[in-house]
């Protein structure tokens, strides 16, 4: 069951405001890069996380600075959200050597560690183990960081989620397993791949309950992740939060696919009916009497920040062939 979310105590102005904000950030960013992707400019695939902004604004919101994020070939989002610098992104897309991984990795391998985004990979389901590592390390060194490892839908049929849930279950790690449910992996949807189709009780057999909410919502979002640091903070071990959330563009790529056979004729109205930036400001608007001056204000900072990115990665140079040999071994500890 989806957890009301007109029953739950709202963040304060201030906390709604930044999710907003991060919202606003992370689909701003990603519609420029629509916008450059047809110019070739950015090499790697990308995949946009437009529709599913509410899931990164509220999970890293709840988070400390010094927090862990591990994310996946989706990861624009939970790197805007987590404070990744917006420079280095645009940077890394166009494979420059001013890139958050020396233009080495793409969009599909963001990482910030300064801003705690500590992986993301193209391989699915890859970053869950590495997420358990870390959070196995956070305990050993006693430290109270907790590690947030996210990941899709279609990351839940591979063993590895299961060998590592089972894992941190038994040593009580303090991690949060981010499930975004978008319905479908690539073309394929929930129900093609499985029977049981509430996702979060997926390792309910390994001792992890897990939780599921709106992931449209980002004050729902925020709650739950809120309440699950919370309880990790206090020695609670593992929990499993599912977000339900919508992909609005192609899976790869910066088109859109409404009028594929694979989703049905009503999803693009519901994906807008459901857009998290329009419930995020209508809230806002209502609650918090933000006037559409300051929303467009807000606008025009983040457009400003995002076109410096671009103007940024444009003018940053190429990777010499001596940087290939570079950071590929890390050095002896
Ligand atoms: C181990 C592995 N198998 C298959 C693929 C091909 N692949 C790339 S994305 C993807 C779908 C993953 O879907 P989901 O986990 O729901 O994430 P979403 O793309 O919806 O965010 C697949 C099968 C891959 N990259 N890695
Ligand atoms: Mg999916």
Same mark, same amino acid.
């Given at each position: ?38 110019? /070739?400019?950015?090499?790697? =695939? ?13 999970? &890293? ?5 010094? /927090? ?31 890139? &958050? ?18 992986? &993301? ?16 390390? *956070? ?34 790690? =303090? ?38 909410? /709106?992931?449209?919502?980002? *004050? ?10 919370? *309880? ?43 857009? =998290? ?10 609650? &918090?009497?933000?006037? =559409? ?41």
């Amino acid at each position: 069951m989806i957890k009301k979310k007109n029953k739950m105590k709202r963040p304060d102005a201030a906390t709604s405001i930044e999710l907003y904000r991060t919202m606003l950030r992370i689909r701003l960013a990603e519609q420029k890069i629509t916008e450059v992707y047809p110019t /070739d400019k950015i090499q790697s =695939p990308i995949h946009l996380s437009v529709g599913q902004e509410a899931i990164a604004a509220g999970v &890293c919101g709840a988070l400390a600075h010094g /927090d862990h994020v591990h994310g996946t070939y989706r990861g624009h989002a939970f790197y805007i959200a987590k404070g990744g610098d917006m420079k280095r992104m645009f940077a890394e897309l166009y494979g420059k050597d001013t890139g &958050c991984a020396r233009g080495k990795g793409g969009s599909m391998h963001l990482a910030d560690p300064d801003a705690g985004l500590m992986s &993301c990979s193209a391989i699915v389901a890859s970053t869950i183990p590495v997420a358990t590592g870390d959070a196995y390390a *956070s305990s050993r060194q006693g430290r109270k960081r907790v590690v947030v490892s996210v990941f899709g839908d279609g990351a839940i049929d591979e063993g590895v989620f299961f060998e590592s849930v089972n894992f941190a279950v038994l040593k009580k790690l =303090p991690i949060i397993y981010v499930l975004e449910n978008n319905w479908y992996a690539i073309h394929s949807k929930v129900p093609e791949r499985r029977k049981q189709l509430d996702l979060y009780r997926v390792a309910e057999g390994l001792g992890l309950t897990g939780e599921k909410f /709106d992931g449209n919502d980002a *004050s729902t979002v925020y709650n739950a992740a809120s309440a699950a640091v919370a *309880s990790i903070r206090k020695g609670g071990g593992p929990r499993l939060l599912e977000f339900t959330a919508y992909r609005w563009h192609e899976h790869v790529g910066p088109g859109v696919d409404f009028h594929e056979s694979y989703r049905r004729k009503n999803e693009q109205a519901l994906a807008q009916k459901n857009d =998290p930036l329009k419930l995020a400001k209508a809230d806002l608007t209502k609650r &918090c009497k933000v006037k =559409p001056e300051l929303f467009a204000q807000w606008e025009a900072e983040l457009r400003r920040e995002v076109d410096e990115a671009v103007d940024f990665a444009e003018k940053s140079p190429f990777p010499t062939v001596e940087n290939l040999f570079q950071d590929v071994y890390a050095e002896s500890l």
